[in-house]
């Protein structure tokens, strides 16, 4: 793979970044997942308001200007010949050349920025979704602002070994009774011709694919209903799904070992997936 690291282009083995880099001795730094179909990025200019809202809430410098990030999501993409999969972007607050907790100063430290691009091919997950995904629940301990997208990913990933571990495919984060998001993904429930999912705080990652999946189900008339919904409530719920940049909306047929509906996928998730992505081609 050709990789971007700070300003360069180059084989994936020659990429490298300083040990003091701050994203790597204090996860500080932000990230973002666009997914590419037909060689096109899906979403772009939300992924990349996301970023720069990310990024100010950091304090953080912008790596570049919005159209040289997009130049280079371009230029990864016709560099790998990649048609299917998605691009990985992260920006951290640099190499201070030694460890200290407090910021550098930004017109001395620059922003690092790293970008690849990862292969997943549409077939893939149509076949993962046509199966459904089967998710337990565990207490969401992260901390309380989710809804910057930083690289602090180790309980989600602990996360996805616990569900591993269960033998399924993910967990939901719950508090105080109610599901938050999953480890990587935003959650939703449908019960007649009723969508619930939680509405925005900084509990939750502001989903790019939960704002247009939200546009797709106004299209089909669903009543939608942002609020926070129980383990117990979507267990007794007609079908459940999730939806993130790498999965778009994946159906969810069991949790916590209880199936939901008739615990095979259901018709409004399999309809909101056409939609959407026909949407975004
Ligand atoms: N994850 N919630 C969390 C905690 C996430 O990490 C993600 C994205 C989402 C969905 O957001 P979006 O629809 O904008 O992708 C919700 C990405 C895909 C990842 O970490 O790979």
């Known amino acids: 793979r050709t990789v971007f690291v700070n300003g360069s282009y180059l084989p994936e083995e020659a990429a490298t970044v300083s040990i003091f880099d701050r994203g790597f001795l204090m996860a500080d730094g932000v990230y973002e997942v666009t997914s590419v179909l037909g060689a096109k990025l899906i979403d772009w200019p939300g992924h990349c308001a996301r970023l720069a809202r990310s990024l100010k809430e950091l304090d953080m410098a912008a790596p570049c200007s919005d159209e040289d990030l997009l130049a280079i999501h371009r230029e990864l993409i016709v560099a790998n010949g990649l048609t299917e999969g998605m691009v990985y972007l992260q920006v951290t607050r640099g190499n201070p050349g030694d460890r200290d907790f407090a910021f550098p100063d930004p017109s001395v430290t620059k922003s690092t920025l790293v970008m690849f691009t990862m292969v997943k091919t549409l077939e893939s997950g149509n076949a993962a979704a046509r199966k459904g995904h089967r998710v337990i629940s565990i207490p969401d301990i992260r901390w309380g602002r989710r809804d910057i997208k930083t690289v602090q990913l180790l309980y989600p990933s602990m996360g996805k070994m616990m569900a591993k571990k269960a033998g399924v495919d993910d967990a939901w984060l719950t508090e105080d009774g109610f599901v938050t998001e999953g480890t990587s993904n935003n959650t939703w429930i449908v019960k007649g011709n009723r969508i619930v999912t939680r ?79 026909d949407e975004m081609r």
């Open 199 to 277: 509405q925005l705080g900084t509990d939750i990652l502001h989903g790019i694919t939960r704002a247009a999946v939200l546009r797709c189900a106004a299209d089909l008339q669903l009543e939608i209903e942002e609020r926070p919904f129980t383990i117990e409530e979507a267990q007794a719920a007609d079908e459940a799904f999730y939806t993130s940049a790498s999965a778009f909306v994946m159906p969810v047929i069991e949790v916590d070992g209880a199936a939901i509906g008739k615990g095979v996928p259901g018709p409004i998730a399999a309809r909101l997936r056409e939609i959407y992505l």
